[in-house]
């Protein structure tokens, strides 16, 4: 299996709160990815990152900030938390852009609910 | 219109039975994926296929990038067959673009 790491795995937090949810990986993979997964719709991205300090939008970026400081970790902030953030989160990783058919490999995924 | 449309929504088969899942997607694509979700919720990936088919097992994926259309076909169908079962292409960010996913059912 491919060495990525999310955590945390659940986390409660009332509206308002800032939240940071962390992906670790040790496949030394330049791409970085954030997803979200709500019922009825398919994984959607929310941002990414194609090198340490280089990031950029997704789809569902409103309301989520990200870092990357190290090849290694790429972290997912939302700010101010709001109910409709309640979802479940996952991280991927690739190996290449240009190779978008490159095995994709994911976190175990976070599910994050805001109360 | 979502790019990638995936049918069925939800699929309830005995076991045993042969099972397909379709997947027409609307962008140019250099590969497509088809990824398992099982209840708990990590994903796997089963498939990456640009052209052809490709057997792993039960299962086989084809796909003709004329027609954009992939299918993936389960054999002689078991309950441990039961999940989410998604449909994802490249996506100019170099990420992927994701169906709604098929959740199959295998009865005993």
């Known amino acids: 299996d491919a060495g990525i790491t999310q955590s945390p795995r659940h986390k409660v937090t009332e509206t308002g709160t800032p939240v940071t949810l962390r992906c670790h990986q040790t496949?030394?993979?330049?791409?970085m990815y954030w997803y979200r997964q709500d019922p009825g719709h398919g994984l959607r991205l929310i941002h990414y990152?194609?090198?340490?300090?280089?990031?950029d939008k997704g789809e569902v970026s409103d309301g989520y900030s990200v870092s990357r400081s190290k090849t290694e970790d790429f972290l997912l902030t939302l700010e101010s938390a709001t109910s409709s953030q309640t979802s479940v989160y996952f991280c991927?990783?690739?190996?290449?852009?240009?190779?978008?058919?490159?095995?994709?490999?994911f976190g175990q995924g976070t599910r994050l609910t805001v109360v | 219109k979502n790019e990638v449309e995936q049918s069925p929504q939800n699929l309830t088969a005995q076991e045993g039975e042969f099972i397909t899942i379709n997947c027409s997607y609307s962008?140019?694509?250099?590969?497509l994926h088809w990824l398992q979700q099982h209840p708990g919720g990590g994903i796997v990936s089963l498939f990456m296929?640009?052209?052809g088919k490709k057997k792993h097992g039960r299962l086989i994926a084809t796909i003709n990038i004329q027609e954009k259309h992939s299918s993936l076909h389960i054999t002689a169908s078991h309950p441990r067959d039961s999940a989410v079962y998604i449909c994802?292409?490249?996506?100019?960010?170099?990420?992927?673009?994701f169906g709604k996913g098929t959740k199959l059912s295998v009865k005993p």
């Open positions: 991927a990783i690739s190996e290449s852009r240009d190779k978008v058919g490159t095995e994709a490999f």
């Open positions: 496949e030394n993979h330049r791409y």
């Open positions: 990152s194609y090198g340490v300090k280089d990031t």
């Open positions: 962008v140019g694509i250099s590969a």
């Open positions: 296929l640009s052209s």
């Open positions: 994802a292409v490249g996506g100019s960010q170099g990420n992927l673009i």
